[in-house]
């Protein structure tokens, strides 16, 4: 099965203890990044205790959250149709505001399906700004209530995150016999 919207710190024993009150469970996944939890798992356990997990636990509430439980899908295989996600910048970060502090901020307006910080990869220190993912229209509410918000002492930025820019590549010279006359 796939779980999503699991809280970052939650540990893989306790996600295996929630969901063994639906049957045993034989194999439990959490994808991470940088050593950190990317919020989902995935869970392996018998078809029928599986089919009650989802029946019973999508929806339910897992420390704090509200768990998506449903069966796994291969890359490119389409499902139910699920709303459009919607990525925000928010720029004006204090280097001492956590991605639980900021997702908590955003959850005010919807559910958040990805929240993240960007560390410098040589100090490992916040960069001072950060991505939420979440609905289009949660997302536009959010723009409209935070932008300007002061969090942590300092006035943050909210808007859609833009797509990164890439430089234009250097011009080209045609080798030319026009040099020559120099």
């Not at 958040?112 to 220190?125: G, I």
Request: negative net charge.
């Amino acid at each position: 099965m796939y779980v999503g919207n699991l809280p970052f710190d939650a540990t893989t024993e306790e996600i295996k203890e929630h969901f063994e009150s639906m049957g045993s469970v034989s194999d439990l996944y959490v994808p991470q990044r940088d050593g950190q939890s990317r919020g989902f798992a995935f869970v392996t356990m018998e078809t029928s205790c599986a089919d009650n997990a989802i029946e019973e636990l999508n929806g339910a509430e897992f420390q704090g959250r509200r768990l998506v439980v449903n069966e796994p899908r291969a890359k490119g295989e389409n499902g139910p149709r699920r709303e459009k996600q919607f990525k925000l910048y928010v720029g004006n970060l204090s280097f001492y505001t956590t991605q639980e502090t900021l997702q908590g901020v955003f959850e005010e307006f919807g559910d958040v399906y990805d929240c993240y910080l960007p560390t410098d990869p040589n100090s490992d220190q916040p960069r001072g700004f950060g991505f939420i993912t979440m609905s289009q229209a949660d997302g536009e509410a959010a723009i409209a209530e935070l932008d300007g918000l002061e969090l942590d002492g300092r006035f943050i930025r909210v808007n859609e995150a833009q797509g990164k820019k890439r430089a234009a590549p250097p011009p080209q010279y045609e080798d030319d016999d026009s040099l020559e006359d120099w």
